[in-house]
């Protein structure tokens, strides 16, 4: 089964930028699967963030389009995510999903607060 395991989150002052992590093992067939970003904000409902797709496209809700940006490197089996511009309301765990499988990551803590 693929796992995934996010890294790079950690405490942010606002107007900061991040880059996160997510890297897959036992996933032979990584470079055809579409890849997610999800995130959680405490007492909200997990959130869609972005995707990448098989050909490298990415996609974002509205809501988030411009301080996002997601990308993937197939020959390492990663994919990142770049947050700029940090806000105090983008503080959540952020997640890592393989589409493909509907596998998660646990996950990495980013906290924006000066």
């Known amino acids: 089964q693929v796992q995934l395991m996010e890294s790079g989150g950690g405490l942010v002052q606002p107007g900061g930028s991040l880059r996160l992590t997510c890297a897959a093992t036992n996933s032979p067939y990584f470079d055809i699967h579409a890849m997610d970003w999800y995130r959680q904000a405490p007492g909200k409902q997990r959130e869609w963030v972005a995707t990448i797709t098989i050909g490298g496209n990415p996609m974002y809700p509205d809501s988030l389009k411009g301080r996002f940006a997601i990308s993937r490197d197939n020959a390492k089996k990663l994919v990142y995510l770049q947050i700029n511009t940090l806000t105090p309301e983008d503080t959540a765990t952020y997640f890592c999903?393989?589409?493909?499988?509907?596998?998660w990551g646990q996950g990495t803590l980013v906290t924006v607060a000066s």
């Open positions: 999903r393989d589409q493909n499988q509907d596998s």
